[in-house]
């Protein structure tokens, strides 16, 4: 068991955890309605309080909840002692009676597959981008590890289902915007320091995480292919640079950086709400769910974003024990007991004394 599973910054973490969790409740409620109509029932500001005891969430959450668990269970942060738990994990999600929270199809194709033990570059599905790779990934960079370790785990966690480069890049783009908040960089600094990660990692393939899934969809040798999700990438941080150099009109995001039903177009609207909003963190989830796009997803990168910034100060007291999953979220993000100490070395027996023997 690993036993650092959150940094020692445990109340930027908590705040990140819960937030992308509330973020996805309230997106939850205004998903496929349009701007229009979630403007009639919530008023112009959009959904600010919770709805229900508990408040419900979405398979955004659980999948998430998915991936801490399985980093927490893995021996060590290798993709041999990573992969089976992770594996296990999505599997025993897509099997839940508690999936039945409009779950994305490439995540339940790509589990299925897995379920019946075919290899994970196989299972993946190779042309999607969607994002389920990256809705998920928020405990990745939440963890204490190196920037390398980092990288790879929220690669490879997105690549178990989907396969396309994008859906890589953006992974590891968001995980490392919630590991560069939760270190005390400032919301205002994200587009400029992931455009600058994403222009450095262009060229490099993780071929200790990732292996051969490179060569699913066609490409010709592996700098080929996680260009193109990089560059993906790079095109989205454009649109959100150019978008926050604008007045904000307070309407629909996604009308701005996209509907956010892709990785890198989730990333870049849930930064545009998050940065929207700086002193008012409420009203950056309140803004990721007032969108005609992929509002709880939206929500739930933005709530983790600005949780990372600030901590559990962002969000109102009395959330906390309302949430679906509470518990879950609480133990994630609480101490774990240090290991037992090893027993003490036997005595060496005397020299003339001789060890029973046993028949067996």
Known sequence: MIT??????????????????????????????PVAEIVRRHGPSGPRELVGDPALVTDDTQMALAVAWALREASELTPEAVEPVLRRRFVDWAASPENNRAPGMTCLRACGELARGVRWQEASVADSKGCGANMRVTPVGLLDVDLDTLA?????????????????????????????????????????LLAERARQQRLHYRADWLGDLWQRPGATVPTEFIARGWDECLAVLGRLTDALARPDDGGDPCLLTGEGWVAEEALATALYCALRHPDDPVGALARGATT???????????????????????WPAGWATRIEYADQLTALTTPQPPPPPPPPHPPHPHPHMRAPRFQR
């Not at 480069?165 to 783009?173: D, I, K």
């Not at 005609?292 to 990372?308: P, R």
């Open 292 to 314: 005609a796009g992929d509002s709880d997803s939206i929500a739930a990168l933005a709530g983790a974003f600005v949780g990372a910034a600030v901590g559990m100060s962002a």
């Open 4 to 33: 650092v599973m959150i940094d020692s910054s445990r109340d930027r973490a908590a705040g990140s955890l819960f937030g992308l969790a509330y973020g996805d409740a309230l997106g939850k409620e205004t998903e496929f309605l």
């Open 152 to 192: 790879g785990l929220a690669q490879f966690q997105a690549g178990l289902t989907h396969g396309h480069p994008t859906g890589l890049a953006a992974s590891e783009l968001t995980a490392y915007a919630v590991r560069l908040l939760r270190d005390g960089a400032a919301l205002d600094e994200l587009p400029a």
